[in-house]
């Protein structure tokens, strides 16, 4: 009897334990999925239309990350770089409960903003350089110089030599006309005149030829998309218009330079000297057998992955509490892989270190 009930005894002991470790191993499952789910980080980017070549730029940049994020998963949208489509991609990818999201033009952050505030979201960007984005407020975190420090730049260049005539040749885009904008605002006594192409333009002569006829000393040249450059440069030496160059980060930084084609002049040229910053630009080659088109700024994109990466941990869904602990966190100053960053409290990098004048 005493037997019987002992082994009674013992098999409502092991079933008891079968349970409760079951339970246990359900929990402990459960935790895992919950801490393995990456957050998805919607990217908005002009991946048809005239700025595409941007997009294709950014997007193996992106791809480098992806390879290896841990916490992240990034859902691609199309905005041919216009507001109205960034708010198209912007519903889309909030109807799929994303919080973070990564803009490249800076017409399409301008337009978002005001929608992101209202929805407790956040716009991280390392392209946008519109000045005009200083106008929002920490629902936009900017890791680059914007136009108003490159602007500042030239128009100390300007007016270090007064007697100098300008015209302004500038890309129809945010970011080019607001820096064309500042300079006119600033030293318009010194602009004879002022002229712009869309990126897509192939024939650049009518405005070359009335550059040339106006006799101006030098030309503030401010593109964005890198194919019509060159084109520009070369017809520029065809028409035979004998100035001086003066450029933003995007003349100083690409392949094809205006020394190519027998220019002089001066540009402003982004700089990274640091160890993660050479470390990406072998990767990139390593991976893509060629450079960067925007190697300044495609560094400076990955590096805000790696940030987000790094903040978000395990978190999965992210909520509102969630986005304001990332923007504080982010607006305290952070370390990348690239560069370290630091900012105003408004969301602007302070970016003293960052450009350099370089006379060719």
């Known amino acids: 009897m005493k037997n019987s009930n002992y082994k009674s005894l013992l098999v409502a002991v092991v079933i008891l334990l079968i349970i409760v470790g079951s339970i246990y191993l359900s929990k402990r499952d459960k935790n895992q999925i919950v801490n393995t789910e990456k957050t998805k980080i919607g990217v908005i980017l002009p991946m048809t239309g005239a700025a595409a070549s941007l997009s294709e730029d950014i997007q193996k940049s992106l791809k480098l990350y992806d390879l290896e994020s841990k916490n992240i998963k990034l859902v691609l949208h199309d905005d041919q770089c216009a507001g109205k489509g960034a708010l198209s991609a912007y519903n889309l990818l909030k109807n799929q409960g994303i919080k973070i999201y990564i803009v490249a033009c800076s017409g399409s952050i301008i337009a978002l903003a005001p929608v992101v505030k209202e929805d407790h979201n956040v716009i991280l960007t390392g392209f946008g350089g519109a000045i005009d984005i200083r106008k929002t407020g920490d629902e936009v975190i900017r890791f680059i110089p914007d136009g108003l420090t490159i602007a500042e730049g030239m128009i100390g260049v300007i007016k270090s030599e007064p007697n100098k005539k300008y015209a302004l040749f500038t890309e129809q885009q945010d970011y080019s006309q607001s820096v064309a904008d500042m300079i006119q605002k600033e030293v318009g006594n010194q602009i004879l005149l002022r002229e ?30 890198e194919p019509s450059s060159e084109k520009i440069y070369k017809q520029m030496k065809e028409l035979g218009l004998q100035t001086e160059i003066l450029g933003d980060v995007n003349v100083c930084d690409r392949k094809v330079q205006p020394k190519d084609f027998g220019y002089h002049g001066t540009c402003f040229a982004t700089v990274l000297e640091t160890d993660g910053y050479k470390k990406y630009l072998e990767n990139y080659k390593m991976n893509y057998n060629s450079e960067p088109i925007y190697p300044f700024y495609n560094a400076i994109m990955y590096d805000v992955l790696t940030i987000v990466d790094n903040l978000l941990g395990s978190v999965g ?10 923007k504080n966190e982010i607006l305290n100053g952070v370390k990348g892989r690239i560069t370290d960053y630091q900012f105003t409290p408004d969301g602007e990098v302070v970016s003293g270190d960052y450009l350099k004048r370089v006379d060719f």
Do not use: H, L, M
């Open 196 to 225: 712009s192409y869309k990126a897509d333009d192939s024939d650049f002569r009518a405005q070359i030829t009335k550059i040339k006829n106006a006799k101006a000393n030098s030309v503030i040249f401010v593109p964005v998309a």
């Open 317 to 326: 869904k992210v909520d509102n509490d969630e986005v304001d602990n990332i």
